[in-house]
């Protein structure tokens, strides 16, 4: 298991997050976190609520660092 994982810059940022329920908005979403600071952490949900069902995401990493370059 990889606890954290470093993306750079837009590209990196879009085909990590492509395939999570935020990726029905993914440049509004690639877009917030490319304009928060270099290093920025977001820990990941285990679970979304997705149109009132539960969907259980199994993952092999628990927190992304967000860095614009």
């Not at 993914?26 to 304009?35: A, C, G, H, I």
């Not at 679970?47 to 990493?61: A, I, N």
Request: a negative charge; one cysteine or more; proline letters at 4%.
């Amino acid at each position: 298991m990889v606890r954290s994982l470093e993306l750079h810059g837009r590209t990196e940022i879009e085909d990590f997050f492509r395939n999570e329920p935020e990726g029905c908005r993914l440049k509004e979403w690639v877009d917030f976190l490319l304009s928060q600071p270099d290093g920025f952490t977001i820990g990941l949900p285990s679970h979304y609520v997705v149109d009132g069902h539960e969907v259980v995401v199994h993952r092999k990493t628990q927190e992304v660092v967000i860095f614009r370059t």
